[in-house]
């Protein structure tokens, strides 16, 4: 599946900005779908992931009660809320596809990925 997110932008502390990830290709609804960011000089971590009929989320500790993942799978796309947002969320965004059930959190399960967009938060 072909992934192309958007939707970045520089925030100021405690703003909002809303991902939108847009789905092409193979069956979207076949994919869970997960959101990732890496900050310059770190590595590449788990942010949200939600289920194929999305009934079910996970977030990583860092987000949660703060991020919303979301998916409409009519118009092929996952989405990724972010409210209050801190300078330590800085980073570039992806959004990835995968069919796997296992270790959710670990980039090397998911098979197809966007291009990224860039998440600037100010102080």
């Known amino acids: 599946v072909q992934l192309q997110a958007s939707g970045g932008g520089l925030v100021q502390a405690g703003g909002s900005l809303r991902l939108s990830c847009a789905a092409s290709?193979?069956?979207?609804?076949?994919?869970?779908m997960g959101w990732f960011r890496q900050a310059p000089g770190k590595e590449r971590e788990f942010v949200a992931r939600i289920s194929r009929s999305a009934s079910m989320t996970y977030y990583a500790d860092s987000v949660k009660g703060r991020f919303t993942i979301s998916r409409d799978n009519a118009k092929n796309t996952v989405y990724l809320q972010m409210n209050s947002l801190k300078p330590e969320d800085t980073a570039v965004y992806y959004c990835?596809?995968?069919?796997?059930?296992?270790?959710?959190?670990?980039?090397?399960?998911?098979?197809?990925w966007g291009q990224g967009t860039q998440v600037t938060v100010s102080s």
């Open positions: 990835a596809a995968t069919t796997s059930l296992t270790a959710v959190t670990m980039p090397t399960s998911y098979t197809d």
């Open positions: 290709g193979r069956t979207f609804s076949s994919y869970y």
